[in-house]
């Protein structure tokens, strides 16, 4: 029972130009979400978060967005950087924990 | 700010022997999780502490898994009689217990079982 999904397992994306990575969630309890970033061999790494009460929040280039009625968000970069290629985990919090999406590889393109 | 420390980094083990992993949280850290992660998949977890208190253990968590804290520091994470099927990375993550809060993850110990 996956209850957070990223349908998207790869993308890629011109540098200098906008990523769009998307989320789905089932679980109406979950009230806090948040983005990591993950290199190979390293750990996941906290990028930026949002809370239910909010419908977005903005961090530089990164801008979650939370579509609560529709269980959806995403995670807008612009513009794309070339050390902007990882895979990133949409993650939601409930229960006193965090539950992961299966990732989506983003590639940058020079 | 040394971050959330894992060791080993790698361990390569026989299928049927034991391994202790350990972690090192952030120091005024008082949560401390234990994650798994298999290719192409994202974390999934498995157990947590708040101080030395064991919180709750998933399923996924076999009998043949024993995790604790024993000062409320450090962490150590046990698997007997090894499967291939354990063959994962497994990752450490701390946080603050006034919620929510991000979770911040050390590197992870990569098991291979043979």
């Known amino acids: 029972d996956q209850q957070v999904k990223q349908n998207s397992p790869s993308l890629s994306v011109q540098e200098g130009r906008i990523s769009i990575l998307n989320c789905d969630y089932t679980n109406s309890m979950f009230d806090y979400f948040l983005w990591y970033k993950k290199y190979p061999a390293e750990g996941p790494t906290f990028l930026i978060s949002i809370s239910s009460i909010k419908d977005k929040n903005e961090d530089g280039r990164f801008t979650v967005f939370l579509n609560k009625s529709a269980k959806h968000l995403s995670l807008h970069i612009v513009p794309s950087q070339p050390g902007d290629s990882a895979v990133y985990f949409c993650?939601?919090?409930?229960?006193?924990?965090?539950?992961f999406g299966t990732g989506t590889r983003l590639t940058i393109i020079p | 700010d040394t971050g959330v420390s894992q060791d080993p980094r790698h361990k390569i083990t026989k299928r049927g022997q034991n391994v202790t992993f350990r972690c090192d949280p952030i120091s005024e850290h008082n949560r401390l999780y234990w994650y798994r992660q298999t290719l192409g998949q994202g974390p999934e977890f498995l157990t947590y502490?708040?101080?030395?208190?064991?919180?709750?253990k998933s399923r996924l968590l076999s009998d043949r898994f024993s995790a604790e804290r024993p000062k409320g520091s450090f962490s150590t994470l046990e698997i007997q009689r090894t499967e291939q099927g354990d063959s994962a990375m497994y990752l450490c993550a701390s946080s603050l217990v006034s919620q929510p809060s991000p979770l911040h993850f050390g590197n992870g110990t990569r098991l291979t079982v043979t």
């Open positions: 993650a939601a919090w409930g229960n006193e924990k965090l539950t």
């Open positions: 502490f708040q101080n030395e208190a064991q919180l709750e």
